[in-house]
């Protein structure tokens, strides 16, 4: 598995053409959000959700086409993924748009599914209206049900931003503590959700339901983060006894370094060092 991964993400990045830096925020670092990876059956049907009804933008990234946002890279690999997201440690990922209900109107008008009602059952409609963060949500699956939720932020001066990543758990304050811990993300809340923060995301913590399902395979297989210093990192992580399913290495040729990790409640991670200069 390791090898099949690794030589996965050369092939990736080999001959690497600049997508012009999306991650802004790694500059705010030492740890930052870097990208989402995905395995779809269909990686056209997942640029036109992502391009043509969100508005994010293609660029290349070696061989391949990734999807660039504000703070996020998605990466798409052509794989049968072994199931939605939503039954696992992350149920979703969430992002900024600028106006909620008109953007669910032509999501429905083009066939995706939403899914607000079952995502909050106490919702009034496909838009649910959240006093305490003074915008609006709604929940769409995307190909392959990857589910979003959409964040209202009337302010936004393009058309998608990221915002979070909803982690679903059997224990909120340990998984929390874990990402404090071992990420340095800053301790808070989001509305009524127990939170925390690193540059370019909002890492949310909920109660699963039933138990949260490892990530790996799923239509979300990993979220990613960008570090500076990352081989020191790699080296704290270990002294406090966390296993890296893929220990930290270099690829000399890109000036990039990765290692991958999965935390407690089976999310699966990527470290990243050099992405944001691709």
């Known amino acids: 598995m390791r090898t099949f991964v690794l ?81 696992s440690s992350v149920n979703h ?50 190909p392959d049900e990857m589910n979003i939720e959409l964040f209202e932020n009337k302010k936004l001066d393009v058309p998608i931003a990221n915002h979070h990543i909803h982690f679903y758990t059997s224990d909120i304050d340990a998984t929390k503590a874990w990402y404090v811990k071992h990420l340095g993300a800053a301790p808070g809340m989001r509305g009524s959700f127990q939170a925390a923060d690193l540059p370019g995301v909002n890492l949310t913590f909920s109660a699963s339901k039933g138990e949260a399902l490892p990530t790996q395979g799923r239509v979300l297989d990993h979220i990613g983060f960008e570090v500076d210093g990352l081989e020191a990192l790699c080296k704290k992580l270990e002294a406090a006894g966390l296993e890296l399913a893929v220990p930290y290495r270099k690829i000399d040729a890109l000036g990039l370094g990765i290692a991958f990790l999965t935390d407690p409640w089976g999310t699966y991670i990527e470290l990243t060092e050099g992405l944001d200069a691709l």
């Open 7 to 87: 030589a996965a993400l050369i092939i990736a990045l080999v001959s690497s053409i600049p997508i012009e830096a999306q991650l802004h925020a790694a500059k705010e670092g030492p740890i930052s959000i870097g990208h989402h990876h995905f395995n779809v059956s269909d990686v056209e049907a997942h640029k036109k959700f992502w391009v043509d009804q969100l508005g994010a933008e293609v660029a290349k990234l070696g061989p391949d086409e990734v999807i660039k946002l504000p703070n996020l890279i998605v990466m798409l690999r052509q794989r049968d993924p072994s199931g939605s997201n939503r039954p």
């Open 93 to 142: 990922i969430g992002l900024q748009v600028r106006d909620v209900p008109a953007l669910v109107k032509k999501l429905k008008a083009a066939g995706y599914p939403i899914v607000t009602q079952e995502q909050i059952p106490t919702a009034p409609g496909d838009v649910n209206p959240v006093p305490d963060q003074n915008t609006n949500v709604a929940f769409v699956l995307a």
